[in-house]
T-cell receptor
Framework: EAGVAQSPRYKIIEKRQSVAFWCNPI?????LYWYQQILGQGPKLLIQ????????DSQLPKDRFSAERLKGVDSTLKIQPAKLEDSAVYLC?????????????FGPGTRLTVT | AQKITQTQPGMFVQEKEAVTLDCTYD???????LFWYKQPSSGEMIFLIY??????QNATEGRYSLNFQKARKSANLVISASQLGDSAMYFC??????????FGKGTRLSVIA
């Protein structure tokens, strides 16, 4: 079974530029999560999707961050414009959904550096 | 609100010895799950072990076991027979049902030859 795929793995941009990350969850997984992990901290949820609907985006900085999950499969996370404090690893995770809620599988992450 | 506390920023262990990584949690939900993840320098979060709040027995997965003490709200990870490849960051996390995971700040484990 293929794992969660993310791209790119690394990205360096200047502040005020825009950037997009892509995530392909495990096939059949209904729930998709985007986490932000700042260096030295544990991951923090940005947004949770159930199929193509948003379940929780309370911690997403909506003035600069946006995310979508068209057709309930792949997802993209965008930052526009980026700030220095957005430098972090962005992790995508998926789980089977309500019937199997307890195990989330993580992708390799995208390491963003904003200069 | 749920909260995870990991009080050990860093731990050292001799190869082949056992080590315990501490985790305490706080929640008002009667049903919840507790997790441990390993994060090597490559950055990927690797699932290690899961304990449900209603599970009667402590979870075990190979060299990993979870010492679950519900009354004390602790979920410590025990790694037996440490290997050099166990050197990594270890995160304790929890959720309730399909909610997102809430993570602690992590413990960096270093295994010494």
């Amino acid at each position: 079974e293929a794992g969660v795929a993310q791209s790119p793995r690394y990205k360096i941009i200047e502040k005020r530029q825009s950037v997009a990350f892509w995530c392909n969850p495990i096939s059949g997984h209904a729930t998709l999560y985007w986490y932000q992990q700042i260096l030295g901290q544990g991951p923090k949820l940005l947004i949770q999707f159930q199929n193509n609907g948003v379940v929780d985006d309370s911690q997403l900085p909506k003035d600069r961050f946006s995310a979508e999950r068209l057709k309930g499969v792949d997802s993209t996370l965008k930052i526009q414009p980026a700030k220095l404090e957005d430098s972090a690893v962005y992790l995508c995770a998926s789980s089977q959904g309500l019937d199997h809620p307890y195990e989330q599988y993580f992708g390799p992450g995208t390491r963003l550096t904003v200069t | 609100a749920q909260k995870i506390t990991q009080t050990q920023p860093g731990m050292f262990v001799q190869e082949k010895e056992a080590v315990t990584l501490d985790c305490t949690y706080d929640t008002s939900d009667p049903s919840y799950g507790l997790f441990w993840y390993k994060q090597p320098s490559s950055g990927e979060m690797i699932f290690l072990i899961y304990q449900g709040s209603y599970d009667q027995q402590n979870a075990t997965e190979g060299r990993y076991s979870l010492n679950f003490q519900k009354a004390r709200k602790s979920a410590n990870l025990v790694i037996s027979a440490s290997q050099l490849g166990d050197s990594a960051m270890y995160f304790c996390a929890m959720n309730s049902g399909n909610t997102p995971l809430v993570f602690g700040k992590g413990t960096r484990l270093s295994v010494i030859a």
